[in-house]
């Protein structure tokens, strides 16, 4: 592979690797908010030894997230010194937010969330709590108000560079942070993260109730992270609906990408299919004119096709397509399951539904998939720009940098990330399989 496959290859590998992680931290520290905030109003032991059990899970995570998510940003200058100097003044106050306003204050109060149960009375502990939960969802917000600028770009000029070339200067910052796709994909960002912690928490303690271990703690999870799941599960087909609404506006060829919709006419939507893109054929079963009806409400209103767009100008359809059909596949699958939980809770036979349980344990695996996969569209489905119908992602690579340079060092993050994850496995199955550690008469304050 030339130099900018295997740059793509090689950021593409590591943020998805990274992106396992960020997700369960948001998700998680609301289900600890929830938690803890029970133990706080009612002072029942269980509601602690809840929180202290996902609070060490949430430590875990944390650390393994800032270890796999420090590699990126030596890419940008190393792979990407193009992009990064036409972006670098959009970037550079996006991210600086990221730091000042999210991650410091995360890790900030992340200490007393970790070692301040005897330390700090039960009301401050909550605050600590809610402040990294906050900071969790804060920095999520900068990441995708700087990646949705690629998408959507807004409050900019372009001026010369020293030397020669241009860069983006931003004109107006907050028309910048939210630009048009912005508010959108937060929200989805928001739904699908509260379902990557929920689900989580539903894994493991149907686990163990399969197990016949833990069996108070295990229900009590159960239902305050179904509660979640339910919430969020629902609530993320509506903010995936409004994004889509948004692409359709401001990124038609991603749109028709996601359909393969070749043809500028009214259009359905596909359940399943394959493109033939050599033929600018789609082959699979489609609703009529549901598609136009969902992103303008007449289901006889045309659609912009592929073919509007000149071949160069068109993203990989089919991947897109695949990507793209599989994420709405798991997220309905994911409204089902949890809605199936509540209709069992209804009916009294939450906790002892075997079968169910035994889903809810692989759950956990379902909105990671759809997490990635949604990434994958909307990355793949903005090429062949990294910022939309401004720059190339071939005009953005490094100069000066080698395939092979770039192949050693994908190889070598590839073993460090798999002795990463491997360790990620092994102390995560260690801290379910010892359970809960909280000694009698601890952690009782003030």
Known sequence: MDALMLARAQFGFTIAFHYIFPPLSIGLGLNLVLMESFYYFTRKPLYLEMARF???????????GVASGIVM???????????????GDVFGSALAAEGIFAFFLESGFLALLLFGWDRIGAGA??????????????????????????????????VGRP???????VTDFWQAVLNPSTLSRVGHVYMGAWQAGAFAVLSVSAYYLLKKKNLEFAKACLKIALVVAAVASLLQLFSGHESAEVVSATQPAKLAAYEGHYETAPAGLYLFGWVDEKAGQTHGVALPGLLSWLVSGKSDAPVTGLNAFPPDKRPPVNFVFQTYHAMVA????????AWLGVFLWWRGALFTTRWYLAVLVGSVLLPQAANQL??????????????????????????????????????????????????????????IQHGLRMKAGEGHRA
Do not use: C
């Not at 609070?55 to 995570?61: A, D, E, H, Q, V």
């Not at 990441?143 to 900019?156: E, F, K, L, R």
């Not at 030397?163 to 200067?169: D, T």
């Not at 798991?330 to 399951?337: E, P, R, S, T, Y």
């Open 73 to 87: 940003e030596f890419e940008f200058g190393t792979n990407w010194s193009t992009y990064s100097r036409f972006v």
């Open 54 to 64: 996902w609070t060490r899970i949430f430590g875990l995570i944390f650390a393994i």
């Open 330 to 337: 798991i997220g309905l699958a994911l409204i089902l399951i």
């Open 374 to 431: 949604g990434w994958f569209s909307a990355e793949v489905g903005r090429q062949p720009y990294i910022v939309y119908n401004l720059m190339k992602t071939s005009d953005a690579l490094s100069k000066a940098v080698k395939p092979g340079e770039i192949l050693a060092s994908l190889l070598l993050f590839g073993f460090l990330y798999l002795l990463l994850f491997i360790l990620f496995i092994y102390l995560l199955n260690d801290k």
């Open 163 to 169: 030397g020669g070339g241009i860069r983006a200067e």
């Open 125 to 158: 502990h909550l605050f600590a709590t809610f402040m990294v939960a906050l900071g969790a969802h804060f920095s999520a917000i900068w990441i995708v108000v700087a990646n949705s600028w690629q998408q959507t770009p807004a409050g900019y000029h372009l």
